[in-house]
Structures are given as structure tokens and as C-alpha cells.
């Protein structure tokens, strides 16, 4: 199962891309979360994403697709992966259907007002890395592992404005995977498991 999650900022992509990953046992590819962990650990990579990041711009293409291939080498891709949040570009799209045949792209819709209130609200577990939501922790903790959680710098309200508007994806990506059968578009809900199910539905027929 070869799997690509599109849509905006804070439509669920990570998110269901978890799930989808523990249900099917499949490798979630974030190369978001790539580019963190190399700006964590002050690598060359992270520190020129991180220019970049910093003020809610795209990586650029090299740098995010010299990661998408070294990623694909691993074993673990073998049998399929789940990529969330890329392809973001027409020529990323080209490059990874060079790579890989994907059995489908999928569109998790959301709307503008809607993306800038779930995102002001998400925090990311230090612990185990889950996206969860204010209103989902427990305590104050991770309600999945109990770990600490944090806010995201691209998280806040005037980034997320300017993610919006530079992170739109390009009609022509939707065009590419729908010349190739393999589009599908749902609406993301308010809950998780409610939007895993219409996921889901478009997964249980592959």
C-alpha cells in the first residue's frame, strides 16, 4: 500500500497518517518531521531547513527530494509507507513517480478559518512525537503517552496566515494523480476517528 496524504497545514495529514500507519503497519513518511529532526540535532540539512521553516517558506525542492530518496532505501519501504505532506509541488510529483507507482493520493480538505483554529490550538508530544490538540490532552499531557507537549514556532497564528498562502498546493498536483486514476478527496472532520473512517473506506478497496 503506497499512500500519499495531501492537504493544508493542520487538515489531519499527520495525524491520520498515524493512524493509517498502525492499522496497515506501514512506515509514515513526514518530511516535515525529517527537517525537524535534523534542525534538532544541528546537522547541515537542519540548519538550511531551518532558514526556511522559520518563516513558514517551503524547503526547497533539492533539499526535500535528496530526503524523500534516501528515505525510500530503506527496508522498511518495501512493502509500502504512507508520505505525509509531500508531494507539496508538480515537480516533486514527477520525481516521486519516477521513484514509486502510488495506489492512491489522497485530499484531506479543510477550510481556511477552520486550519487557522486547529493550528493555533495542535502541540506535538515531546515524548512520542504524536499531533494532538489542546483540547485532546489529558492533564496537560500527551493523552497517548502522558509525555510533555510543546507549541510548534510554525504554529502560531501569523505563520500559519503565511503557510496558507505559500503552502497552497498547486492545482496541477491534483490534476497529475487525477490524469492517473489514483485521486480521491474526503473533508476532514472534528473528530479523528470520523475522519479515519472516510479514509479508510477509500483504503479498504485497494
Known sequence: MKIVLLGPPGSGKGTQA?????????????????????IANQTELGKKAKAY??????????LTISIVVDRLQQPDCEKGFVFDG???????AKELDKMVTLDKAIMIHLDDEEIINRLSKR???????????????????????????YQRD???????????VKQKLPQE??????????????????????TFKLVDEILKKL
Open 18 to 38: 498515524h493512524i493509517i500507519c498502525e492499522k496497515y503497519n506501514l512506515p509514515h513518511i513526514s518530511t516535515g518531521d525529517i527537517f525537524r529532526a535534523n
Open 86 to 92: 509531500f508531494p507539496r509541488n508538480l515537480a516533486q
Open 123 to 149: 502541540r506535538m508530544c515531546r515524548a512520542c512525537g504524536n499531533p494532538t490538540h489542546m483540547d485532546w490532552l489529558v492533564d496537560g499531557k500527551c493523552e497517548k503517552c502522558g509525555g510533555d507537549v
Open 154 to 164: 510554525d504554529d502560531a497564528p501569523e505563520t500559519i496566515k503565511a503557510r496558507l
Open 173 to 194: 498536483v491534483i490534476d497529475f494523480y487525477k490524469d492517473k486514476g489514483i485521486y480521491e478527496q474526503i473533508t476532514s472532520t472534528n473528530n479523528k476517528e470520523d
Open 53 to 62: 521553516m522559520d518563516q513558514g517558506s517551503l524547503v526547497p525542492d533539492e
